[in-house]
């Protein structure tokens, strides 16, 4: 689920207990790294100055489903960098609008740097859209954009707690501003609700053995409060996992997930988008694992097929509930040489779909 790419930083020194180098085997795995991390016991936090630039995953597929009109009104609803924002803003006419979303502080500052009277950033999850648009006097759009996921520049910040390659605060907030951060979140819970986070959300087969793990470490008097010792926990759990795959990713996807509430906010954001699109106005999604995914094509088929009347009812085929979105194309994913340049981007999944004149 990582929003953009840049190439792999250099790694820490020690890798944890049973890492491997292989890359196989890793569909449908979070976006923390689909090729080995590690972690360093030497407590390393730095990431290497020559890191490639930050690169938009689906750039031009993405800004191009939404069919861009010079005067439309469009929504980022997850700046990042600005990477699909700067792409809309370059085919919008004088009298165009875009506005954006984004809940972390970083991106927003970012977003400060585009200065351009057609654009406006909002720091805000995008679960408030209809009404922060609503007032700066929005209520209807003609393109909506959510790259879900966290961001490339997010996970290779050591200090955000996202990755398990260095050794840092555990906190993984996309919002440093408010919210409870992974490490409060594993000092207060149980070891009942431990498991069912990382196995609902990081869909990880020893979840409950983690969990366990984990409490009896905390309960121990040695509270897990830095991305090394909760990669070291697991790692010292798990025995089996996939070639490739560090041991704590899923576990690592799971508390992030949980944290921001990202699948809650995907779920109470979608029926504001349907709300917000003019019709033949565009909702594109780019997801990057299968949770997210499935949440996006689910209510996509739900507003399409809207026939929920009994088998062999009698109604005219015209008297039948008429779709109020309608999909556009296949799934499109990342080309050979996309994924080449940017390894992140490989799980990367983007859904397109246009609203109807159906009230």
């Known amino acids: 689920m990582t929003k953009g790419v840049r190439s792999a930083p250099t790694k820490a020194s020690l890798s944890l207990k049973k890492a491997s180098s292989k890359t196989a085997g890793l569909e449908g795995l979070s ?6 991390l590690e972690v360093s016991a030497l407590n390393s936090n730095t990431v290497s100055e020559s890191a490639s630039p930050h690169i938009t995953v689906l750039l031009d597929e993405a800004v191009h489903a939404l069919a861009i009109k010079p005067d439309g009104i469009y929504v980022d609803g997850t700046f990042g ?8 803003l370059s085919q919008l006419g004088p009298d165009g609008r875009l506005i954006a979303f984004d809940r972390d502080l970083t991106a927003i500052e970012s977003g400060k740097t585009i200065n351009d009277p057609r ?10 859209m209809q009404a922060r648009l609503a007032d700066v006097g929005v209520t209807q759009v003609d393109g909506i954009l959510l790259d879900l996921g966290i961001s490339s520049p997010q996970i290779d910040d050591a200090e955000r707690g996202f990755s398990f390659r260095y ?26 609700q431990l498991a069912e986070v990382i196995k609902n959300y990081g869909e990880e087969r020893f979840a409950k053995s983690i969990a366990r793990a984990i409490i009896k470490e905390r309960d121990d008097g040695r509270a897990i409060t830095t991305t090394g010792q909760l990669a070291q926990v697991v790692a010292n759990t798990v025995t089996r996992f996939e070639p490739g795959q560090n041991p704590a990713t899923r576990t690592f996807q799971a508390l992030r997930i949980f944290v921001n509430q990202e699948l809650e906010e995907l779920s109470l954001t979608l029926p504001q988008c349907l709300a917000l699109l003019k019709p033949q106005g565009r909702l594109a999604v ?10 996006v094509k689910q209510f996509v088929r739900d507003q399409q097929n809207r026939d929920d009347l009994p088998a062999n009812f009698p109604v005219r085929a015209a008297d039948l509930p ?10 499109v ?9 940017n390894p ?4 990367a999944v983007l859904r397109v779909a246009e609203r109807t004149s159906v009230a």
Request: glycine fraction near 8%; charged fraction near 30%.
């Open 31 to 36: 976006e923390l790294e689909k090729y080995p």
């Open 81 to 88: 960098r600005g990477g699909h924002s700067r792409k809309i």
């Open 119 to 128: 654009f406006s950033i909002i720091h805000s999850h995008f679960a408030s």
């Open 167 to 192: 050794d840092a605060p555990l906190d993984m907030r996309m919002d440093q501003s408010s919210g409870q951060t992974a490490a409060e979140f594993l000092g207060r819970t149980t070891e009942q």
């Open 286 to 295: 780019i997801s990057f694992h299968s949770l997210e995914d499935r949440i």
């Open 322 to 331: 008429q779709p109020k979105l309608v999909s556009i194309g296949k799934a």
């Open 333 to 341: 994913k990342p080309g050979v040489t996309e994924v080449k340049a």
């Open 344 to 347: 992140r981007s490989r799980s």
